[in-house]
Structure formats: structure tokens, C-alpha cells
T-cell receptor
Framework: KNEVEQSPQNLTAQEGEFITINCSYS?????LHWLQQHPGGGIVSLFM?????KKHGRLIATINIQEKHSSLHITASHPRDSAVYIC???????????????WGAGTKLIIKP | NAGVMQNPRHLVRRRGQEARLRCSPM?????VYWYRQLPEEGLKFMVY????????ESGMPKERFSAEFPKEGPSILRIQQVVRGDSAAYFC???????????FGPGTRLTVT
């Protein structure tokens, strides 16, 4: 079983729909990242979370440390939001010397006009 | 403040040639990470460097691959005698500190023919 699991693997929705992408992890973490990758494109860091909730524009990320779960929400989705969304965690093992990210497999999102 | 720069964006090499991938971190960032993304797969950690030092190269193949981050200039990922299996997207990320958010470059897409 992977240490970081994302669901769904693929998601197709209509423009304007509210989107939720989930990330569950099995290790203790010090931080969780949400990143976006467009087809053939680079990777953009969306959020880094260690607790609570963050909002940027139409994107909202939440994390529940006790339940080892995070969600990424997109409100009023648009075709330009079509991308792969990746969850990655930094394990708390190793303390300050731990820098490696454990990556989820990604969720491929397609928003149809 | 320019983001992380990578060049070239696309690189085509014949089997047996050498590939050199460059990464200029964000201003003020002294930590550089290299990741590889094989087609249809997630990112995999390769190597972590600070200025003039390789901190962790546990994700990098022992043969043919090397990385450096000199005092002056960009970080270089070098692949000698490339093979078809080296075809992938290579991403570089930088951060100002060990546990800080990592900022990603646009990637270099290496194709070995």
C-alpha cells in the first residue's frame, strides 16, 4: 500500500462545478503539499499545509492531522483548471533532517466547457 | 524575483551521448532537489544538494548519473551514455531552507532516440 493515496485517480466535471480531490496518508507528517501539473508542463506549488485550512483564489486546501487526510477544493471550476493535481507529504521521521517528499500518484482533472 | 529556471526545456540525445541539464534556483535559495518523472508515472526523488555539497543522492542511479551545485552558477545534472530508459521529464526544485516549501522549475524533457 502506498504511503500517500489520492482519490479519485481521474475526475471529469462540467465547468462551474465544485471539485474535491482527496489525499490520505499513513505516516506522521510535518507538512503536506498540493501541486499542479499541466499536460506537458511544469509543476506549480499550490499550497503547503501543516494544519487547518488555506485559501488562494478559487482554491481551498484543508488538512485534518488526526485523520491523516487532506482535501483540495476548486470552486467555480473552469476548463483552465484541467491538470494533474498532486499531493506530497514530508514525513516527520528524521526530524529536521527530513526533506524528502513522499508523492501521491496524482489526480487527473478535466473540466469540460 | 524570477522563479526556478531550467534549461534546456527540451533535449534530444542519441543513445550513448551525454545529457546536461541545468537548474538555476530562485534567488536566495541554497537548497536544490532533482526529481525524475517517467512517462505516466509520478515524481521520484533523485538527489539533494546544497551549495558545493551533495547531501543525499540515494535516488540517483549509481552509474552514469552525477550532479553538482557549484559555488557559482547553476546546478547541473549530468547523464553520461544515455539510454532510451533515461527518457523522462527532469524537474528541479529549490528552497531557502531545509524544511521550507520547494519551488519547482518548468522541467527538462529528455528524449533519447
Amino acid at each position: 500500500k502506498n504511503e500517500v493515496e489520492q482519490s479519485p485517480q481521474n475526475l471529469t466535471a462540467q465547468e462551474g462545478e465544485f471539485i474535491t480531490i482527496n489525499c490520505s496518508y499513513s505516516v506522521g507528517i510535518s507538512a503536506l503539499h498540493w501541486l499542479q501539473q499541466h499536460p506537458g508542463g511544469g509543476i506549480v506549488s499550490l499550497f503547503m499545509l501543516s494544519s487547518g485550512k488555506k485559501k488562494h483564489g478559487r482554491l481551498i486546501a484543508t488538512i485534518n492531522i488526526q485523520e491523516k487526510h487532506s482535501s483540495l477544493h476548486i470552486t467555480a471550476s473552469h476548463p483552465r483548471d484541467s491538470a494533474v493535481y498532486i499531493c506530497a507529504v514530508r514525513s516527520e521521521e528524521g526530524g529536521d533532517s527530513n526533506y524528502q517528499l513522499i508523492w501521491g500518484a496524482g489526480t487527473k482533472l478535466i473540466i469540460k466547457p | 524575483n524570477a522563479g526556478v529556471m531550467q534549461n534546456p526545456r527540451h533535449l534530444v540525445r542519441r543513445r550513448g551521448q551525454e545529457a546536461r541539464l541545468r537548474c538555476s534556483p530562485m534567488k536566495g535559495h541554497s537548497h536544490v532537489y532533482w526529481y525524475r518523472q517517467l512517462p505516466e508515472e509520478g515524481l521520484k526523488f533523485m538527489v539533494y544538494l546544497q551549495k558545493e555539497n551533495i547531501i543525499d543522492e540515494s535516488g540517483m542511479p549509481k552509474e552514469r548519473f552525477s550532479a553538482e551545485f557549484p559555488k557559482e552558477g547553476p546546478s547541473i545534472l549530468r547523464i553520461q551514455q544515455v539510454v532510451r530508459g533515461d527518457s523522462a521529464a527532469y524537474f528541479c526544485a529549490s528552497s531557502p531552507g531545509l524544511r521550507s516549501e520547494q519551488y519547482f522549475g518548468p522541467g527538462t524533457r529528455l528524449t533519447v532516440t
